[in-house]
Nanobody, 126 residues
């Protein structure tokens, strides 16, 4: 059974930091790219970042570039987005997902995935 479990969300003040985790199981971790996307109430899904397990390439949405860093631990089948300088507009439920590759078109990470899991809520207060 494929599982992608996001954790680490919480309440943080603007300017603060959070480190999320995505624990993956049920598929060959190194064969997939791990994505993070978020969805705020009333807004569309937004691809935030992606890391390719095959070569470690990383991709970020313009809205988080320079503030978020994604890393991967293949031994633990876990991906960690480090989120710094958080803003109230970063408030959303954050999900991790898996797909063959990280696909960027027109500067936007595509939000089409083979698998995704339950999200974790991040709330940034002003």
């Amino acid at each position: 059974e494929v599982q992608l479990q996001a954790s680490g969300g919480g309440l943080v003040q603007a300017g603060g930091s959070l480190r999320l985790s995505c624990a993956a199981s049920g598929f060959t971790f190194d064969d997939y790219a791990i994505h993070w996307f978020r969805q705020a109430p009333g807004k569309e899904r937004e691809g935030v970042s992606c890391i390719s397990s095959s070569d470690g390439s990383t991709y970020y949405a313009d809205s988080v570039k320079g503030r978020f860093t994604i890393s991967s631990d293949s031994a633990k089948n876990t991906v960690y987005p480090q989120m710094n300088s958080l803003k109230p507009e970063d408030t959303a439920v954050y999900y991790c997902a898996a797909d063959d590759v990280c696909t960027v078109i027109g500067g936007t990470l595509l939000t089409l995935y083979d698998y995704w899991g339950q999200g974790t809520l991040v709330t940034v207060s002003s």
